[in-house]
């Protein structure tokens, strides 16, 4: 786990996923403002951090959780990440595109349910977001 600061929005994320683990260790490749803590949601003590992820059905997609405590789940947390990453914010608009949008949330939900077997092999070496 990163550092935490309440200035950050938090990106929990399934840690023992290959796939997911792959996708935050990219997103934090491009985090070049420092703007995410990247969480996995195995990690001790998370649920007394954020008790409302103690309800919440990982397998339905990550959350990014702002600093003001609101919860973005799936492709809304993608798009709200690609809105804080150099290059990615310049393109982040197309998700509020109506055909976008609904392609995007509908891909995100395969994609989620899919994940184990879209990860292929994951090390921690080429995986490890931190």
Not at 7 to 14: E, G, I, P, R
Not at 31 to 43: F, G, K, P, S
């Given at each position: ?57 990982f ?6 959780i ?65």
């Open positions: 786990m990163t550092s935490v600061s309440h200035n950050k929005s938090t990106l929990v994320y399934d840690g023992e996923c290959p796939f997911c683990r792959k996708w935050v260790t990219r997103i934090g490749r491009r985090d070049r403002n420092d703007a995410l803590e990247l969480v996995a949601r195995q990690t001790e003590g998370l649920t007394e951090r954020f008790p409302r992820l103690d309800e919440a059905d397998n339905t997609g990550m959350r990014l702002t600093p003001d405590s609101v919860i973005h789940v799936g492709a809304d947390a993608a798009y709200q990440i690609a809105r804080r990453l150099p290059f990615w914010r310049r393109i982040a608009w197309l998700y509020r595109v109506p055909g976008i949008h609904w392609l995007t949330r509908t891909g995100y939900v395969w994609i989620a349910a899919h994940r184990q077997s879209l990860g292929g092999k994951c090390d921690d070496e080429t995986c490890d977001p931190t």
